[in-house]
């Protein structure tokens, strides 16, 4: 099955820098890498979405890369504000329809004012 | 649109119970999700469903059982607690591959 790496598992970062969360996965049929943020007892979030037929993938300050021959993808958040201190989590499917998202273990970030 | 409800919100069991997580969703999603959420281990998934009547076991299925009969309730049973089913739980929902909506969780505690 899937298997998704995710470092690093904390991360703190001044307000105002940018911060970058990878992941890498080692089923070279996945076809869908979501991101999700996750603050304080609430469930999961979809954030961005890349899908393998695309590169990168932009949504205001936050961007998503993916390399299909490396087989990682990065998240990258600039001008962070100290509401984007959260858990994020990369996940990762191999099943086209299939529901079977593989995460993996979450990234801590803390936006230090 | 209410999204994806769960509860009990909290539940303490002790050592042998049983119960079950509900789970209802709104949206008329086919796709519905039980994970767990272990500090340090990410989100694991137990049982999964891509539609009423057709359900299949994800990474960590033992000592659990899903249903489902409608469209919109995924029920979660624990047959017979353990303490190392004590975690948070989550159920998700999505319309193909997109989005999943997570429900706000439930917080299991078995002594």
């Known amino acids: 099955g899937e298997n998704v790496e995710q470092h690093p598992s904390t991360l703190s970062v001044q307000e105002g820098d940018s911060a970058v969360i990878k992941c890498t996965y080692s089923?070279?049929?996945?076809?869908?890498f979501p991101w999700y943020k996750q603050e304080l007892g609430k469930g999961p979030q979809l954030i961005i979405d890349?899908?393998?037929?695309?590169g990168e993938k932009k949504d205001q300050r936050i961007a998503v890369t993916l390399n299909k021959t490396a087989k990682h993808f990065s998240l990258h958040i600039t001008e962070t504000q100290p509401e984007d201190s959260a858990v994020y989590f990369c996940?990762?499917?191999?099943?086209?329809?299939?529901?079977?998202?593989?995460f993996g273990t979450g990234t801590r970030l803390t936006i230090i004012p | 649109n209410a999204g994806v409800t769960q509860t009990p919100k909290f539940q303490v069991l002790k050592t042998g119970q049983s119960m079950t997580l509900q789970c209802a969703q709104d949206m008329n999603h086919e796709y519905m999700s039980w994970y767990r959420q272990d500090p340090g281990m990410g989100l694991r998934l137990i049982h999964y469903?891509?539609?009423?009547?057709?359900?299949d076991q994800g990474e960590v299925p033992n000592g659990y059982n899903v249903s489902r009969s409608t469209t919109e309730d995924f029920p979660l049973r624990l047959l017979s607690a353990a303490p190392s089913q004590t975690s948070v739980y989550f159920c998700?929902?999505?319309?193909?591959?997109?989005?999943?909506?997570f429900g706000p969780g439930t917080r299991l505690t078995v002594l």
């Open positions: 890349i899908r393998s037929n695309v």
């Open positions: 469903s891509v539609g009423a009547g057709i359900t």
């Open positions: 089923d070279s049929a996945s076809n869908y």
């Open positions: 996940a990762a499917t191999s099943n086209f329809g299939n529901e079977k998202l593989t």
């Open positions: 998700a929902s999505s319309y193909g591959l997109n989005e999943q909506f």
